[in-house]
């Protein structure tokens, strides 16, 4: 089973209807900050488990528009396996073909309030119900016990920007770790050490010459002094034996990485990442079949900037991570690093830049390509996911364009040889002149101008040039290519 696509209708700052189809199991989200790249991710959690805590409609609907919110989420791909082995079978009816010959079921949750006549009865529908299409009524509904039946179907598992990752490591038994520990104690607790252990335990605080024996002194102070105090009572220390989830409540995580040290005293960027690395063993658990651990159910992962407090060369090693687990589950990234776009494959993988227009409305672009080197390079990669032109990237394509149309040299006395002629012959204007301190005088296209800037800044007499003249020359030199 896999994410098709998603649908978000007037939810945060989406106004009106957006689509986002997904083809591969590793999804990119980049962009400035505030152009809806988080409320992606936050669509499908408010799908799968509606509205937030502590949150309202008014909250998360959007402010401009008066239609309803919705959040549409279609998934395809050998469905009914999965309801037979997780859910329940009698959903199977729901499962539908479009055609294509590949099985899919289609999720919505909406905050429209409304009643359907479903199977003679007349039902309600609000934000707090999710529903299921039925493609031979061709509606969507709310059948008995569905909402528990898509909880049940796969997993979803969202890293949040502003995870705490205390709250992972933490060996409390609700906690990520303290569930994981929970998850193998249950076996544990029926073996013979575990209780030759609460044997020794009583013999430790009971009886005779034990603990409690020795503090049965105190145990009598106080309640004689309370007795005093109020009157004819008893009492006694209990010391019978305590939840054994008790027992690692208190534990937590060495890391040995030259200096073993607990992982609160790393840094934060570490931290993070082992959070992450606990969420991926989570999830493991939580999707295999308790009696059949050659079921999977599927997985679906959620990670919003997980570059944050990572150097550089941590991130390239996350990213490898991330593209081990997509090629068994789908993994959708919001990040503003050029790192984890590194090795962005068209063919495998979904790419969407977001960005705002003069209205301050949402614009997603998904035609964003990496093609023009035979592999993505820095420049090419910060320019077009990120809109920032580099010096390096006109180098790159400057470069290129030399090797491409055989023209090694900028002015040659054979034209043929010269890039500059290249530039001229495709419309491209010497605009910009200046002279060396030699004498030597120059004009030149603004491409050939400011690749010679970049290569020799010692030479005050060439014209400076500006972020958007710099951009003005990229994408020239973009478009002869």
């Not at 945060?12 to 991710?41: M, P």
């Not at 820095?378 to 400057?398: C, M, Q, R, S």
Request: net charge neutral; with cysteine; proline share 3%.
């Amino acid at each position: 089973m896999r994410i098709d696509q998603i649908e978000i209708e007037n939810y945060k700052g989406f106004e009106g209807k957006h689509l986002f189809k997904f083809k591969g199991n590793l999804v990119f989200l980049v962009g400035e900050n505030n152009t809806g790249k988080t409320s992606v991710i936050e669509a499908f959690d408010f799908l799968k488990s509606g509205l937030p805590e502590k949150r309202t409609l008014e909250e998360i609907k959007n402010k401009n528009s008066l239609d309803h919110l919705k959040v549409v989420v279609k998934l395809k791909n050998e469905i009914k396996n999965v309801i037979v082995d997780f859910s329940e079978k009698k959903y199977e009816s729901y499962v539908f073909d479009e055609g294509d010959g590949i099985e899919t079921i289609i999720l919505q949750r909406s905050s429209e309030s409304k009643t359907i006549i479903q199977n003679g009865k007349n039902v309600s529908l609000d934000i707090k119900k999710i529903t299921i299409w039925n493609d031979t009524t061709k509606q969507f509904e709310n059948p008995a016990g569905i909402d528990t039946a898509i909880r049940t179907l796969f997993e979803t598992q969202f890293i949040w920007s502003d995870t705490n990752s205390d709250n992972v490591v933490d060996f409390g038994p609700t906690r990520i770790c303290g569930k994981l520990l929970g998850s193998v104690f249950s076996d544990f607790q029926s073996t013979q050490k575990w209780k030759t252990f609460q044997d020794l335990h009583r013999d430790t605080f009971t009886g005779s010459d034990s603990f409690g024996s020795k503090a049965k002194d105190i145990e009598i102070k106080i309640k004689d002094v309370f007795k005093k105090q109020y009157g004819d009572i008893d009492l006694e220390f209990d010391f019978s034996f305590p939840n054994p989830t008790s027992f690692f409540k208190s534990a937590g995580i060495l890391v040995d990485d030259g200096i073993k040290t607990k992982l609160e005293d790393k840094g934060s960027g570490m931290q993070r990442s082992m959070a992450i690395a606990i969420l991926q063993v989570y999830a493991q658990i939580i999707t295999t079949h308790p009696l059949d651990p050659l079921k999977i159910k599927p997985l679906f992962f959620f990670i919003d900037e997980p570059e944050i407090s990572l150097h550089p060369k941590a991130q390239a090693q996350l990213l490898d991570a991330l593209m081990e687990i997509s090629k068994s589950q789908q993994v959708f990234i919001t990040t503003h690093s050029p790192f984890l776009l590194k090795q962005y494959n068209s063919s495998s993988h979904d790419l969407f830049v977001f960005n705002k227009d003069h209205k301050q409305k949402i614009m997603v672009s998904t035609s964003v390509s990496f093609n023009l080197f035979s592999k993505p390079s820095w420049g090419e990669i910060v320019y077009k996911a990120f809109g920032i032109p580099t010096e390096d990237f006109h180098n790159e394509l400057y470069g290129k364009l030399q090797e491409k149309e055989g023209r090694p040299f900028i002015e040659s006395t054979d034209k043929t040889k010269s890039i500059e002629e290249f530039f001229v012959n495709n419309g491209y204007n010497r605009i910009k002149s200046w002279t060396l301190s030699n004498g030597k005088s120059y004009k030149q296209t603004l491409m050939s101008s400011i690749r010679n800037k970049i290569h020799h800044p010692e030479e005050l007499n060439i014209p400076s040039y500006n972020m958007k003249e710099l951009k003005e020359s990229i994408d020239n030199m973009i478009g002869l290519l």
